[in-house]
T-cell receptor, first 111, second 114 residues
């Protein structure tokens, strides 16, 4: 079946660096993706989303890139801060917020 | 606090017992979702409601699981005859009934079956 998966389980960066978290998907018909941040003991929190008619979308310190040719998306976090430490999930919205999540990447930010 | 509220936060139960979790969504949200998350994995969709109607159930939702949303507001998820494999975080989310509406998650109920 369709799956959304992540390349790296853990990413360690220094405070102030830029972070890039990658995600691959398998269904070429997928057209709506969302990045979530999950801190320990909390539920996932929406960060940014992107539809397939776009290849880039920017938010505050975050940018999502979508490459439909290779079925890959990435989340870029600029000037990473200790508060960014969390697990990040990409998810496909298959319709009406029925989400298919990937496994997750743990981001560790050291001062 | 006007976010999604889940109770209890933690539940430890013996195998074979029944458990029930409650979710109070954001008040104006008519869609409510249940997900299950095991350690190191992403959340997995279980079921969702629009108002009081349960519109979809995942095949993960065995017949020991039942979810209700009797008045279209809060929802309960019951697990009967719990098994150790049911140990997980059970997450509830809610949203408006729009294709692009953001889903807001609660903090989850962590179930441990011993």
């Amino acid at each position: 079946g369709e799956s959304v998966g992540l390349h790296l389980p853990t990413l360690s960066v220094q405070e102030g660096d830029n972070s890039i978290i990658n995600c691959a998907y398998s269904n070429s018909a997928s057209d709506y993706f969302i990045w979530y941040k999950q801190e320990s003991g909390k539920g996932p929190q929406f960060i940014i989303d992107i539809r397939s008619n776009m290849d880039k979308r920017q938010g505050q310190r975050v940018t999502v890139l979508l490459n439909k040719t290779v079925k890959h998306l990435s989340l870029q976090i600029a000037a990473t801060q200790p508060g960014d430490s969390a697990v990040y999930f990409c998810a496909e919205n298959t319709g009406f917020q029925k989400l298919v999540f990937g496994t997750g990447t743990r981001l560790l930010v050291s001062p | 606090d006007t976010g999604v509220s889940q109770n209890p936060r933690h539940k430890i139960t013996k195998r074979g017992q029944n458990v029930t979790f409650r979710c109070d969504p954001i008040s104006e949200h008519n869609r409510l979702y249940w997900y299950r998350q095991t350690l190191g994995q992403g959340p997995e969709f279980l079921t969702y409601f629009q108002n009081e109607a349960q519109l979809e159930k995942s095949r993960l939702l065995s017949d020991r699981f039942s979810a209700e949303r009797p008045k279209g507001s809060f929802s309960t998820l019951e697990i009967q005859r719990t098994e150790q494999g049911d140990s997980a975080m059970y997450l509830c989310a809610s949203s408006l009934a729009r294709q692009d509406a953001e889903a807001f998650f609660g903090q989850g109920t962590r179930l441990t079956v011993v």
